[in-house]
C-alpha cells in the first residue's frame, strides 16, 4: 500500500516556508508489529513548537533531516489492529506526523469519544486546551473577580484560555494581531474585550481595557508584548508563561525585565504542558459539557488536503491563522 | 542641645564611597511638637537599600539633596516624650536616620522588647529577617525535603533565611564570596554548605553541594549568580527575588533568561517586604524563642560611631559586610 507524506526538501535554518517542504508518496509496511496500528489520518494537529522542533530547538529533539518523518499529533482512524485494545473503526489520537496513513504504537496511541467530535481532540480537547486549563486554573488559578487577559488570543491556546478564564468568572481581555482577529475573539470566542497589538497606542487601551491592569496574564507568543503588559499588570498578578513562538527561530534569547517583577510583587510560572498529561480527563469533564451546551466555542483554522500542510504551516508561522491550526487530511472527516 | 549629623557631601552618581558623605554638628529641636520623641541612637542600620534611594531608583522614594537628612532605620532610647505612649527610658525602632540624637514621629515608632536584645531589633527580628521569613516560609514555602540556596548568604537576608529553611528541615547551601564569609556561612550560621562565588569552577560546586540541584532559591544580589543558579535548579523549583543590589548603581536592567523559565517550570516569586510589615509579629513569636535556644544566631558587623557610618556604608556597597550592617552610635549600648 502507498500513502502520500511530507517531508522536509532541507534543513530548517529561519522560520520554515512552504518551499522547505516536499510531498511524496511512500511504501505503508504490508505487515504490522505486535502492539502496532495501521490507522487512517483525518486530522493533523499544526503547532508552534513543531517549528522549533524542526530547527533542533525544542527541549533536546532532535531535527528531523529532510526525508525523514515529520513531528506532528493527528486524530486517526483505525484500520487495522495488532493490538488487542483497539479495533477497526476506533478513533484514536497520537503522533502519526504528516502523512494519510501511517503507523502507530497502541502504547502511544489514545481513545477517543467520538460524539465529542472530531477534530475538537486536537485542539479544545486537545494540547492547546490542556494548556490553557493547566495555566488558567492549575497556574494563574482564575477566578470570579479576576481581570485576565492573553496574548494570540486568536490563537487555540489563548483563545480556549480566554473562554474557561470567563467560565469561571474572571473579566477576560484579549490581545491579538489585527481587527478581524479582535473579532473572532470579541464575537465568536465572547472575550469582554480585545486588543489589536499593531495600533500604536495598543498599550495605553490594554490598560484602559482592564481598568487598574490585568490579575493575571498568559503569554504565548515572545517578550515584545509582555514587556508592555508586565509595566501594566496589578500588584501580585499571576503571569503563565507557557511557550516563546517568537523566540524559536532565532534572534536574542527571550528575557523578563526584573524591576517590575519584583516591585509589582508578580508570581511568575513557567508551564509545560506535558506534566498535565496524566491529568488531561480532569479538563475533558469539565469541557466536554461546555461544549455541548455550546458555552466553549472550539474555533479551527482548517486546510483541506496533506499537499496543503506546508503552506498552512506557514501561515501559522507568520500568525496568520485564525485558532487552531489543522490540516483536514482525510476529505471525509 | 547639639548633635553629629551625617549629610552627604555631593549628590550621588555611583555606587556611594566614604567621601561622598560629610559629619557635622547641628541642632536638636529645645522642644517637641505633640506626638514626638526625642530620643538618643543607640545602631543604625545600613541597608543596600539606602544606596538606591540615595541615588534616586528606589521605588518612587527622592533621593536626598546634600546636606539634608539621610534615611536609616534605627534602635533609640527615648530621652523625652510627647507622646502619651511612650516614655523615657523606651526601646523603640524608627527611621531616626544618620544621626545620635533625632527626632521621631511617635506614630512611626515602635516600641521593642529590650530583653530580646537591642542590635537584633535591626537584624533578624527587624526588616532583613522579616525578609528572609517571608521569602522562606510565605513564597518558596520551605520544608521538609528541600534543598533551598541563597546568594548573599554571609548578609543580614541570606544568612537569616539560609538559618530558618534549616531549621524548617531544608538542606541548606549557600553562596558568598570568599573563604571567611564561607566559613561564617557554614561555621556560626550553621549552613549544610557554602561554595565561594570567586572561584572558577563555583558553578560546577554549587551544583554537587546541592545534589541534583536546589529546589529553592532566594536571591538578593543581582543576575551574574542568578543565571547560573538558573540553569542548575530543580525542575519545579521556587525563586523569589527581593532585591537587585548590582542593579541600583546603573548598567543595564536585570533580566532574567525565559527558556530555562519554561523548560524548568519555574515559580518566580517577587518579594517586598513593606507587604509583611503587619504580619512582623508572625516572625517575632518564632524568632525570639530560637534565638534564646541559640538556634538562630544573629550575626552582626559592627562599627563604631557615627563617625565611622559612612565608611562602613561603602564597606556594605562593596560588598564586604560579614552579616547585618550595623553603627553602634552609642558607645554605652
Chains 1, 2 share one sequence.
Not at 512552504?18 to 508489529?33: A, G, H, I, M, N
Not at 513562538?245 to 517583577?261: R, T
Request: aromatic residues 6%.
Amino acid at each position: 500500500m502507498k500513502t502520500m507524506e511530507v517531508v522536509l526538501a532541507r534543513p530548517i535554518v529561519d522560520v520554515p516556508v512552504t518551499s522547505d517542504f516536499q510531498v511524496r508518496e511512500r511504501d505503508v509496511p504490508d505487515r504490522l508489529d505486535d502492539g502496532q496500528l495501521l490507522v487512517r489520518v483525518l486530522y493533523l494537529s499544526l503547532d508552534p513548537y513543531i517549528g522549533s522542533v524542526l530547527r533542533g530547538r525544542h527541549m533536546g529533539a532532535r531535527a528531523p533531516a529532510p526525508g525523514e518523518p515529520l513531528p506532528g499529533e493527528c486524530v486517526a482512524e483505525v484500520l487495522r489492529s495488532s493490538a488487542p485494545d483497539f479495533r477497526p473503526g476506533d478513533l484514536v489520537t497520537g503522533e502519526v506526523g504528516w502523512v494519510e496513513i501511517g503507523v502507530l504504537d497502541a502504547g502511544k496511541a489514545r481513545l477517543v469519544d467520538r460524539a465529542a467530535g472530531v477534530a475538537a481532540h486536537l485542539g479544545v480537547l486537545g494540547m492547546p486546551g490542556l494548556t490553557a486549563w493547566a495555566g488558567v486554573t492549575q497556574l494563574a488559578r482564575v477566578g470570579a473577580g479576576d481581570v485576565f487577559a492573553v496574548d494570540a488570543a486568536a490563537g487555540a491556546v489563548g483563545g480556549t484560555a480566554g473562554q474557561i478564564a470567563r467560565l469561571l468568572g474572571a473579566r477576560v481581555i484579549g490581545i491579538a494581531g489585527g481587527p478581524a482577529k479582535c473579532a473572532l475573539v470579541r464575537d465568536v470566542y465572547g472575550f469582554d474585550d480585545c486588543v489589536d497589538y499593531r495600533a500604536p497606542d495598543w498599550a495605553d487601551r490594554f490598560a484602559q481595557a482592564t481598568g487598574d491592569g490585568p490579575t493575571a496574564y498568559l503569554e504565548n507568543v515572545g517578550t515584545a508584548v509582555l514587556d508592555q503588559v508586565l509595566a501594566r499588570v496589578r500588584v501580585g498578578a499571576r503571569i503563565v508563561l507557557c511557550g516563546m513562538v517568537d523566540h524559536y527561530h532565532g534572534g536574542p534569547p527571550a528575557v523578563l525585565p526584573v524591576v517590575p517583577l519584583i516591585t509589582r510583587r508578580l508570581h511568575v510560572h513557567g508551564l509545560v504542558v506535558y506534566d498535565f498529561l496524566a491529568r488531561r480527563q480532569e479538563w475533558l469533564d469539565i469541557a466536554i459539557p461546555w461544549m455541548r451546551e455550546g458555552r466553549l466555542r472550539p474555533v479551527e483554522d482548517v486546510a483541506d488536503g496533506l499537499a496543503n500542510a506546508p503552506a498552512h504551516f506557514e501561515r501559522l508561522m507568520r500568525g496568520h491563522n485564525q485558532g487552531k491550526a489543522l490540516v483536514r487530511v482525510d476529505a471525509g472527516a
